[in-house]
């Protein structure tokens, strides 16, 4: 047998195991009752699934473009498009529910099919590139911080936290840009960047890592010592307040984590740790400018 002839007979053997002519739309399932990709088998038959509902996904858009109170005359034109749109392109309901669960332009943008071209020009912007920028800066940060193993431990929770939220709050496409081209080597460069995040978002996102540093770190710290206003520790006591609202959110829950918990430990019987404290934070303060 030549070697063509094998290959022949090969794709025949593969033909009738599939079925010959079938899994198409129109055209009988296989023998196991399944069809090529965007077809069901229905009664034997492979057919495309019903499209979704587009009344709820015109609404949707229309209330993305518009906002919940245009009026009725301004607000039924958007309407009748984006339901005509939605039947064209006749949306699974995956596709459908994706839009209707939107509750902003990036989350639509990041849906499967968006449909409307300015919401398609959005993008999908790279939340694995911005929580790889941001591991960059933190491993950078932590390199020189000597912040104690507790701190640092917790980094890879908070930054998959970060992206998760990324991910599922869709995050602007200019927070992306804000955080892949700036140099974020100072608390302005960050704030520039967190800033281009919804408030209700980044609210969130502080409660979830705060609930990461305190379960890392088995609970919360203590209340600060009773310290002499001239001692080392009141110094520590000091520089810490300083840098915890300078630097930005990551290293703030790591300093209300891990540093904090120091912080809160030492009294006046321990000058010498106060100090090393006080220098690894002045360290730490530096370097974000605080």
């Known amino acids: 047998m030549t070697r063509w002839a094998l290959v022949l007979g090969i794709a025949m053997v593969t033909a009738c195991g599939k079925g010959a002519g079938a899994g198409a739309d ?20 492979c057919r495309p699934p019903p499209p979704a509902d587009c009344g709820p996904v015109a609404e949707a858009l229309a209330s993305l473009e518009l906002g919940n109170y245009a009026p009725v005359e301004q607000r039924a034109p958007k309407v009748a498009e984006a339901r005509a749109l939605c039947e064209r392109a006749r ?20 849906c499967p099919r968006p449909l409307l071209p300015r919401l398609a020009a959005l993008g999908r912007p790279d939340c694995p590139a911005v929580s790889a920028r941001l591991k960059r800066v933190l491993d950078t940060q932590l390199a020189g911080s000597n912040l104690p193993p507790a701190v640092t431990s917790i980094a890879p929770a908070l930054l998959a936290a970060i992206q998760r939220s990324c991910e599922v709050d869709h995050w602007p496409p200019a927070a992306h840009a804000c955080i892949l081209e700036s140099p974020l080597d100072t608390r302005a460069s960050f704030a520039r960047c967190l800033d281009e995040i919804p408030r209700d978002v980044r609210d969130r996102l502080e409660q979830t890592m705060r609930t990461l540093v305190t379960r890392g770190l088995g609970g919360e710290a203590p209340s600060m010592p009773e310290v002499a206003a001239d001692s080392p520790c009141a110094r520590m006591q000091q520089r810490y307040a300083q840098v915890l609202g300078c630097v930005p959110i990551g290293m703030r829950l790591g300093l209300t984590g891990g540093v904090g918990a120091l912080v809160r430990s030492l009294g006046d019987d321990q000058p010498a740790m106060c100090a090393q404290v006080t220098a690894t934070l002045d360290s730490l303060g530096a370097g974000f400018g605080c």
């Open 91 to 110: 949306l699974t309901e995956a596709e459908a529910a994706c839009l209707v669960a939107a509750r902003s332009d990036y989350a639509a943008a990041a």
């Open 26 to 45: 129109g055209q009988p399932c296989y023998g196991n009752g399944t069809c090529n990709a965007g077809l069901r088998c229905e009664a034997g038959t």
